[in-house]
């Protein structure tokens, strides 16, 4: 959290509330999968679910991601009974829809998935990103590029659409085993990530207002690691051009 000095009192920027993988999930309940599939919108594929914690919250509480239906929910964990209880619903299937009918044929490539975290719009009000992921795959290499939606918890509206999140790509770059041996890198490696800042709202009550940064790093093939470069870059939902996104489509 940051504190900044404005107009006489000091406001206490927030951050986005990131949510802990279980990393070993079937230490808490075996059927984990199929039982918490069966809280969520149907069809349901129990293969497509993450089970998360949010920092601070109980021992008993956790949540759940889905990305078929796209959805998360707040979920708590009764170890008397054994069960499993629904808290918190939020559903992004009607979000889904109205980007399929948008984008016709054009989702075909395109995998969609949250983003385990949640992001401040305003005070007491969240957003989480809906990622539009493309993958490439080359010989000895391949490509990531994941852009974001961030919607509103219980709103089918986005606050920001195509905003870069991540890449990443590697290209190969050795071909015999001579090379294998003599190189310092055998490919050439990018990958790129998004920073948000919120800031003060322009009115209380009002919107944070969100300042977007890029980190990428370069590892050229033939390099050691302490070649690798690392550029930051601000920019705007106005300029996304701007962003290199690993060489990848804006």
């Avoid at 107009?7 to 927030?14: E, T």
């Avoid at 990305?67 to 209880?85: G, H, Y």
Wanted: aromatic content about 10%; proline content about 7%; charged content about 20%.
């Amino acid at each position: 959290m940051v504190l900044a000095a404005s107009a006489g009192h000091v406001f206490a920027a927030p951050s986005a509330q990131v949510l802990d993988a279980v990393k070993k999930p079937q230490s808490v309940d075996p059927d984990w999968r199929a039982r918490l599939c069966a809280l969520l919108p149907q069809p349901c594929d129990p293969h497509a679910l993450g089970l998360y914690r949010l920092r601070g919250a109980a021992a008993n509480s956790f949540a759940v991601l889905s990305a078929e239906p796209l959805a998360m929910a707040r979920i708590r964990r009764d170890k008397d009974a054994k069960t499993w209880q629904l808290e918190r619903l939020h559903d992004f299937s009607a979000y889904v829809a109205g980007m399929k009918k948008d984008a016709a044929a054009g989702m075909s490539d395109t995998r969609l998935s949250l983003a385990p975290a949640l992001y401040p719009l305003a005070e007491g009000q969240w957003a989480m990103a809906v990622l539009q992921t493309v993958s490439e795959m080359y010989s000895g290499g391949g490509a990531s590029f994941s852009k974001a939606d961030f919607v509103p918890l219980d709103d089918t509206r986005a606050v920001h659409e195509g905003i870069p999140f991540s890449c990443s790509k590697m290209i190969r770059a050795c071909f015999s085993e001579k090379e294998y041996k003599s190189s310092k890198h055998c490919h050439d490696e990018s990958n790129g990530s998004l920073r948000i800042a919120y800031e003060e709202p322009g009115k209380p009550g009002g919107p944070y207002s969100w300042q977007y940064t890029w980190l990428q790093s370069e590892w050229p093939a033939n390099t050691p690691a302490s070649g690798t470069t690392t550029t930051r870059l601000h920019f705007t939902a106005k300029t996304t051009e701007r962003v290199s996104f690993c060489g990848g489509p804006q």
